[in-house]
């Protein structure tokens, strides 16, 4: 391993406990890819994007620096760290992704906003208040931390008057409908993937795409959500010839990608156990998890071309 | 507590018999169901020895040493739940690695 685990739980925890997010970055970034579409504050019915398509290129850095440490002895200190940064956050000083990498980040909720619109679904947003939704953390065991953040998150769906949520990816779906109701008596919010939400309403067919696609299910979709026919029905709908690797729907293979924080080496070896699994059926790849996306992406290093649904969506429906 | 004087050549074992009341305490622990059948553990993408059934195993009899000496295969876990989709018991198998996680970074499970 890396760090000791114990400091890095330790600061992912104190992050949520103390900034809201366990990888704390300005609302003014994180609500940037908001700013040209006009969206409502708040509403019965909000996008809720739980900030992970954001995040994914600082978890990237920080990886980055992880692996950098790893055998010097800058890495004994991990336990000052975790005390320096209760006093201030250190994930802007340690994690600086390019202005392409945050660009790319924000295309997705972008994309997902543009298509709830072209499906005709009336929707607002939080913005400063759409709050990383906790899983990491929750992964990771740190239950009372993650119960006290469920609780902030229900008391502002209350505030705003929400009764739905879209969500984006499948980590916010599965906290959201899975674990917030076990966490927050009472909570009563309905939480659909936007997925589910266009398969039900169904998109303008405005360019229709060819080509052929091999599909990665995501583990939590498949295996908790039962989120597996939506994906498929929406690329063929825009035109795709969706195909399947040999493991798909229910047994899906993992990225690898929840251990990359710990264990980056391992991390690794599933993703290209995976991408050779992906590349033998299509050259061209479909994901719908950020953390797939980018966990799969590395370990292909150009080999297997990879985009998220949305994206491919997206120009379907020319929006 | 001691299983008792090792036989000679054999390992000594220290159980500790409120382990698995303990991980009971943290949340839905069912690993007791588990009926050791090794499905879970031919169908692990990381493909842990001891991940996840040895471990579980090891929880419900209460041998502490060895869950705490598996400390880095349970925080290897990627959650995926690839060995719950075929559990003939039908083991929360995600969820039990994730409470052992929560009871090893407290200071009950790291002493």
């Known amino acids: 391993m890396s760090l000791p685990v114990r400091d890095v739980a330790g600061v ?62 800058l890495a004994r200190l991990s ?22 990498e945050r660009a790319e980040a924000d295309r997705v909720p972008a994309a997902v906003a543009r298509l709830l619109r072209a499906a005709g679904v009336e929707f607002g947003y ?46 916010t779906t599965y906290m959201l409908r899975t674990v917030y109701p076990r966490l927050v008596s009472g909570f009563d919010v309905r939480v659909r993937s936007y997925l589910e939400v266009l398969a039900e309403r169904g998109l303008p067919r405005a360019a229709p795409q060819a080509g052929r696609v091999v599909i990665h299910d995501s583990c939590l979709y498949a295996r908790a959500e039962n989120v597996i026919q939506a994906p498929r029905d929406l690329l063929a709908a825009a035109g795709l010839t969706v195909t399947e690797p040999g493991r798909t729907r229910e047994r899906t293979w993992c990225c690898g990608g929840p251990a990359e924080a710990l264990y980056p080496d391992k991390a690794a070896a599933v993703a290209a156990s995976r991408v050779a699994q992906l590349r033998a059926v299509a050259p061209d790849c479909v994901t719908m998890c950020p953390i797939c996306l980018v966990n799969l992406r590395k370990a292909a290093n150009g080999t297997l071309r990879l985009r998220d649904i949305s994206e491919y969506l997206r120009e379907g429906a020319a929006c | 507590m001691s299983a008792g004087a090792p036989n000679p ?103």
């Open chain 2, 9 to 111: 050549g054999t390992a000594r074992l220290v159980v500790r018999p409120d382990l698995a009341a303990e991980l009971h305490q943290l949340g839905d622990f069912d690993a007791e169901a588990c009926m050791n059948c090794g499905v879970c553990t031919a169908t692990c993408p990381l493909g842990i020895d001891v991940l996840p059934r040895r471990v579980l195993r090891d929880a419900v009899l209460g041998l502490d040493d060895r869950v705490r000496a598996a400390g880095e295969a349970v925080f290897s876990c990627l959650l995926c739940r690839a060995c719950e989709a075929d559990c003939p018991a039908g083991v929360h198998i995600s969820e039990d690695v994730r409470l052992l996680r929560r009871w090893l970074l407290t200071e009950e499970g790291s002493r």
């Open chain 1, 79 to 100: 336990g000052l760290a975790r005390r320096l940064n209760r006093l201030i956050s250190l994930v802007p000083l340690a994690a600086r992704p390019s202005r392409a």
């Open chain 1, 12 to 73: 992912l925890a104190d992050n949520l406990r103390l900034r809201g997010s366990v990888l704390p970055v300005s609302a003014r970034r994180a609500t940037r890819w908001a700013r040209d579409l006009s969206l409502p504050r708040g509403g019965e019915t909000v996008l809720y994007t739980g900030m992970m398509y954001q995040l994914v290129p600082y978890i990237e850095r920080l990886v980055a620096l992880e692996q950098r440490l790893d055998g010097t002895p």
């Open chain 1, 126 to 171: 939080l913005y400063e208040d759409d709050l990383y939704a906790g899983a990491l953390a929750h992964d990771l065991g740190a239950d009372s931390t993650v119960a006290a953040h469920a609780r902030r998150v229900a008391a502002i769906f209350a505030r705003y008057g929400v009764r739905e949520v879209v969500t984006i990816d499948p980590h």
